[in-house]
């Protein structure tokens, strides 16, 4: 059976039927047009104006729905800026109990005050006409008024799963579901689906359209952010969204699925469903750089959702920020799951007994540290099993014992009881020079000393990574640096088998150089200001910046108050078990990446989103069984999502062929829509001139280039577009940011994954697809970047494989 489509809107938006229109969820749809033949050959004036007139009646009727929503929406708002007032008007006074219930209550209006505000945009998008359910409104949040009768229906509600579901052949009990096109709190539009065929009247053949939402909403100009999808999920989206939240999911999909959007809206449902224990546990959302981060960073808070964690791998680790990328060949071995036993064995080479004995001189005595006592203190500190740090503890006692009986028998004491042994022991403990020789024997680890020790030293190199070639092992060489995005999954291995550090106990044994600590200090002050200026914006939005001051609020974020949310203090527990995990661009994740992951999901109850065409990583992943066979063999599912809904089809044919040269067996997904442009080449000298126009056709344009030619192509692009921003590798969020809102951005491939654009360029395609053994695969993402239009230039005319891929790709004129 097949479903009507109808669509009323206002008369500025000029409603016209789209004929033929394909239906995304698995059903095809019958257009009925008025001046369509389907609707008859006759088709007089006076109807045409009496269905204006409904129409004009259909949305006044809507308008009086939804504002009464908003009025409703902002009673609540108003009542719970009046609670949070009250609450913290109370101040600081009282016992500790009546402070601590104080705080849990503000912050408890506080989120509820910012989920308010966050349904703003879109507050309500759809109804349902129920046979049993009756008209129900579907928004982003729950609305009842002050009888508890509902007035909106949470789009998760287990009653508005039809709205994303129902079809003429299983309409689960739905006649009508209606799209609500809203502009600010104005209804510009509705969009029908009729589901029952036989509940039609004339009235319903009005002008009739296919997806016209979805469509509206793909067609809509980049923003430069990501944006939610509440109100036009599609069925086989929905399946996953709706996913049952134990276990393993995996969402297979090409470029433009949706897979992003929809692990998004995931996180969302998860929240709402399971709120109590997700709430607890927290949810991770794992993203492949920082620009991509800010790209998707609005989608949960405007579905009312805010303490969801975004991080990178780099930020994986608390207090290392790492966005300094490897070149490929160094990623690969770091990824290497050989480096597991690496990091094991330059652990516990710092545990070595030294062949010669040790000789402290303690005044007029001497003691000596022989190889067998070594031997039976170490054998004693592994056998507890305690990380590094903590086996410390046992070693250091077995020697101070052996000294202390050593020092008694010296000193002419043959039998000592336990008091003395103890006494002894302490004053051996102090002794500078046996607290130096402890920290030779057993030292005091923190993963970086650990690392940088290890990649500083060929010797040590050459012992602990004995497993890598020589060639293998030159590559892992370095002195001091910064932190890459490949070393955080080792300093979480490291941090495993160190164990915790005493901060006391490791200043005390001035571990940390100083400039360490002036380098903390000034990471500190600058997240401080960072805090200050976000707790404004917070307290601007909600209106409360005359109760409630920026610094105070920040220090609450800063854990300094006495309440913290889950996601900030699993920000900074790097042992923090996850309710749910969601790992977006996945296959870029290296096999010693997905250890610290699954570290923090111990339930492995997690959503892995990704598209194993498009790994880019040398380090990354080729199968979906090879990354989660290790952990959950046979115990996990999947999805694929097969529509794509960013890549119009003209610029998808030709990213297709690029496939096809990847793996003749890929295939690329199917494109929702046209953009009536067709891809071109240029020479590169043109880049400048192209940009510019590209600019002056609005939207979102961005250049993308090799590694190796973004300066270049970056001064070019600067020089003649006035706010052009080049994205520098490992850029930061605040950088990210600035490239997104920026007329057109410069990038290469890594920063460009996962994000869209109205317009890109693809600068020297060969150069891109030879810059990594994965390269093809990179240039595939570059291709399939853009929603309109996309261009590629080159120095010179392309060859060989690729000349071939996209040979008929036109010359722009
Ligand atoms: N049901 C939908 N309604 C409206 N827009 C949608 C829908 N599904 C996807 N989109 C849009 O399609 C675009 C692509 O989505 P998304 O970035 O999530 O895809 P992806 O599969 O993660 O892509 P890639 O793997 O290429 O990064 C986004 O603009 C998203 O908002």
Redesign the pocket.
């Known amino acids: 059976m097949a479903a009507v489509k109808e669509r009323n809107q206002d008369v500025t938006e000029g409603g016209r039927g789209e004929d033929g229109s394909e239906c995304l969820d698995g059903h095809a749809n019958v257009v009925i047009c008025c001046n369509n033949k389907q609707n008859g050959p006759e088709c007089p004036i006076n109807h045409i104006n009496g269905q204006a007139a409904m129409r004009q009646t259909e949305l006044a009727k809507e308008q009086e729905y939804v504002t009464r929503l908003y009025d409703r929406l902002d009673t609540l708002r108003e009542r719970t800026q009046r609670q949070l007032k009250e609450v913290l008007a109370t101040g600081a006074v009282g016992t500790m109990q009546n402070r601590s219930e104080r705080d849990t209550f503000a912050d408890m209006y506080a989120s509820r005050l910012a989920r308010l505000w966050a349904v703003e945009r879109g507050l309500a998008f759809g109804r349902l006409d129920h046979v049993e359910e009756g008209r129900l409104y579907i928004g982003k949040l729950g609305l009842t008024d002050d009888e508890q009768r509902r007035l909106l229906i949470d789009w998760r509600a287990p009653v508005a799963q039809p709205f994303y579901r129902a079809t003429p052949a299983a309409p689960m009990g739905v006649t009508r579901r209606r799209h609500l096109q809203t502009r600010g709190r104005l209804v510009v539009g509705v969009d029908d689906d009729l589901l029952d065929l036989d509940a039609l009247t004339d009235d319903d053949r009005a002008t009739l359209n296919g997806e016209a939402a ?1 469509l509206a ?2 067609d809509e100009r980049r923003t430069g952010r ?2 939610d ?1 509440v109100a ?3 069925a086989e ?1 929905d399946r996953v969204i709706r996913a049952d939240l134990n276990g393993v999911l995996v969402v297979q ?1 090409g ?8 692990a998004l809206h995931r996180a969302a449902y998860l929240l709402y469903t399971h709120r109590e224990r997700l709430e607890r546990r927290g949810v991770l959302v794992l993203g492949p750089n920082l620009t991509f981060l800010r790209y998707i960073e609005q989608v949960l808070p405007s579905l009312g959702e805010t303490d969801v964690l975004l991080s990178t791998v780099g930020e994986l680790y608390p207090g290392v920020t790492a966005t300094a990328r490897e070149r490929p060949e160094v990623a690969a071995i770091k990824g290497d799951p050989r480096m597991t036993e690496v990091i094991a064995r330059a652990v516990r080479d710092r545990q070595k007994v030294p062949r010669k004995p040790i000789e402290l001189r303690l005044g007029r005595v001497t003691l000596t540290l022989d190889r067998s006592m070594l031997e039976a203190a170490r054998n004693k500190a592994t056998r507890s099993r305690r990380p590094h740090n903590q086996a410390r503890a046992v070693f250091v006692r077995s020697l101070l014992n052996a000294l202390a009986r050593q020092q008694a028998k010296k000193i002419g004491k043959g039998l000592i009881d336990d008091d003395e042994l103890a006494d002894l022991r302490e004053e051996l403990r102090t002794e500078p020079v046996v607290k130096a020789a402890l920290n030779r024997l057993w030292p005091y680890l923190t993963p970086q000393r650990l690392l940088l020790g290890l990649y500083g030293s060929p010797e040590r190199l050459g012992h602990a990574a004995a497993a890598l070639s020589p060639e293998e092992r030159a590559l892992l060489r370095r002195d001091g640096g910064e932190w890459t995005e490949s070393d955080v999954p080792l300093l979480d291995e490291a941090a495993e088998l160190l164990g915790d550090i005493d901060e006391q106990v490791l200043r005390a044994t001035a571990l940390q150089a100083e400039e360490e600590l002036a380098a903390a200090r000034r990471a500190e002050e600058h997240e401080r200001e960072a805090e200050l200026a976000y707790a404004r914006e917070v307290l601007e939005l909600t209106g409360l910046s005359d109760v409630m001051e920026a610094e105070r609020l920040a220090e609450r974020q800063r854990g300094e108050g006495p309440y913290l949310t889950t996601a900030e203090r699993a920000a900074a527990d790097r042992t923090w078990a996850y309710g749910h995990v969601i790992v977006d661009e996945a296959q870029e994740l290296s096999p010693m990446a997905w250890r610290a992951v699954m570290r923090r999901c111990p339930t492995r109850s997690m959503t892995i989103v990704g ?1 194993i065409a ?1 790994t880019g990583s040398t380090a990354g992943a080729r199968s979906w069984a090879e990354v989660l066979d290790p952990y959950v063999a046979g115990r996990w599912r999947q999805e694929r999502l097969t529509v794509n ?2 890549t119009p089809v003209e610029l998808m044919a030709v990213a297709s062929r690029v496939l096809a040269a990847i793996d003749p067996s890929l295939s690329a997904p199917t494109s929702v829509r046209e953009s009536g442009a067709e891809p071109w080449t240029a020479p590169l000298a043109a880049l400048p001139q192209l940009v510019k126009a590209e600019v002056g056709e609005g939207g979102k344009v961005a250049v993308v280039a090799p590694d190796a030619l973004l300066a270049r192509v970056g001064a070019d692009v600067a020089a003649a577009v006035e706010g052009a921003a080049v994205v520098a590798p490992g850029a930061g969020r605040a950088a990210g940011a600035a490239a997104l809102d920026a007329p057109v951005a410069v990038m290469t491939v890594a920063d460009a994954k ?1 994000l ?1 654009f109205d317009s890109v360029i693809v600068a020297e395609p060969e150069l891109i697809a030879a810059q990594s053994p994965r390269g093809m695969s990179d240039l595939y993402v570059a291709l ?1 970047r853009a929603t309109r239009r996309l261009g590629i230039v080159c120095g010179k005319p392309l060859s060989g494989v690729l000349g071939e891929a996209l040979r008929d790709v036109p010359q722009r004129p």
């Open positions: 979805l909403a793909l990501m944006r999808i036009t999920i599609q989206q999909g470029p433009g699925t949706g897979k992003t959007v929809v598209d498009q809904y960013r996962g869209e399939t």
